[in-house]
């Protein structure tokens, strides 16, 4: 018997989906140690992950080898799971701020968020389908991406680091249900995988103003 | 030395994409793909060239490119289109040409990687794109009253679709040789 007759289909749920990519982990831990810096960041992201989505429904924390893959759930409505999501986000980089106060320079955290909703198979500790790989896509903007939009902010004008990217669908949500947040076009991009042009948005806040060389200053 | 200043300028916009090359690059691979592209790219550049193009930006496996005169859109996107049967990069090759064309106001800028066109119009000539088919230009019902009358044969019947932060647009469809 193939192994796919034995297992039920996964269930499938609609969940906001965030993708969190450590800024230079890599390089981090050649030049530091993976058991003297990069472990101990990691690690350190986790637990704040674990701590601003307890509380805006968190479902699934998959690592990704220099990031995380979350989902964030809300049984009363889809809308609001993407909200939650862009809070926890939010949440996440103000303490990221905090802690990188208290930490050497090679300990610090920088990090490049996305955001995007849509049906997802929930498989154990895992989620799977095209809107997975949507999210994973917009975390992969850069600025390098720019020349290559239609209507591209100038890429001088985009973060290097902790930024919050998100897809139509999120900004939609946005810009009808929360207030708090601006949103600002980058410009529309094809996306390896998927057809047309997709017209991607930052998502800044007041109380985090916007400093190009790292994206947010330290409050 | 300083850029030049913004202008703003009433231009034919011009989005192709070409259909197939994710197949195209499962069947034969990177290096088919980026042949092809380095030759789509070689000769768009080209024929823009040859037919008074103002800008051409190059895009992935995509180029927008505008027009001061309208007339001269036509022309241009039909010997693009003939690569397909005339070069033997495209030839028996499962590849097609999705246009669409816009006409309107849009500001021509010199930015940090080199001329660019922005606008609101470039918006609605990327979302009129998507709803190309291969070997089919989608055109706007404004640029289609600027076309010469001669270009606008075979075009179809009126269709309307919402375009998001734009609202309603209208167009018509007009399929390309090899279709």
Avoid at chain 1, 30 to 59: C, M
Avoid at chain 1, 197 to 210: K, Q
Avoid at chain 2, 17 to 24: H, P, V
Wanted: aromatic fraction near 6%; glycine fraction near 8%; proline fraction near 5%.
């Amino acid at each position: 018997m193939a192994v796919s007759d034995a297992e039920p289909m996964p269930e499938i749920v609609t969940e906001a989906i965030v993708v969190i990519d450590l800024v230079e982990s890599t390089l981090t831990s050649n030049l530091f140690g993976w058991y003297a810096v990069g472990r101990q960041s990691l690690r350190d992201l986790r637990t704040l992950i674990g701590e601003v989505g307890k509380v805006r429904g968190l479902r699934c924390v998959r690592s990704t080898g220099d990031g995380y893959l979350l989902t964030f759930f809300d049984p009363q409505s889809a809308e609001m799971a993407a909200i939650r999501a862009v809070e926890a986000v939010f949440e996440l980089l103000r303490r990221i701020f905090a802690r990188n106060r208290q930490v050497s320079e090679e300990r610090a955290l920088n990090l490049r968020c996305a955001v995007h909703l849509g049906e997802v198979d929930v498989v154990p500790n895992d989620r799977e389908g095209p809107h997975i790989s949507m999210a994973f896509r917009l975390e992969e903007i850069s600025r390098a991406s720019l020349p290559a939009a239609l209507n591209p902010i100038p890429p001088e004008q985009f973060p290097l680091q902790n930024y919050v990217l998100c897809s139509e669908e999120v900004a939609g949500i946005l810009s009808r249900r929360a207030t708090h947040w601006e949103l600002a076009s980058i410009g529309l991009l094809k996306l390896k995988g998927f057809p047309g042009w997709r017209e991607v948005f930052r998502i800044t806040s007041e109380e985090h103003p916007t400093d190009l060389g790292s994206g947010m200053r330290a409050l | 030395m300083e850029a030049p200043a913004p202008l703003r300028k009433s231009l034919a916009l011009v989005i192709c994409d070409i259909a197939g090359t994710t197949g195209l690059g499962a069947q034969e691979g990177d290096l088919v793909v980026a042949t092809v592209l380095r030759e789509f790219f070689e000769q768009a550049g080209r024929l823009s060239t040859e037919h008074h193009c103002l800008i051409i930006k190059f895009l992935g496996d995509s180029f927008l490119a505008a027009f001061e005169n309208v007339a001269n859109v036509m022309p241009f996107v039909l010997s693009v289109q003939s690569l397909l049967s005339q070069n033997p990069i495209f030839i028996g090759r499962s590849l097609g040409f999705k246009f669409s064309l816009h006409y309107g106001d849009a500001l021509c800028i010199e930015t940090s990687y080199g001329k660019d066109i922005l606008g609101k119009n470039v918006n609605i000539a990327a979302r009129l794109n998507d709803l190309a088919g291969p070997h089919e230009i989608v055109v706007s019902q404004v640029a289609l009253e600027r076309m010469p009358i001669d270009c606008r044969v075979g075009a179809g019947s009126s269709e309307t679709r919402s375009v998001k932060g734009v609202g309603d647009v209208e167009f018509c469809r007009i399929p390309l040789p090899g279709a």
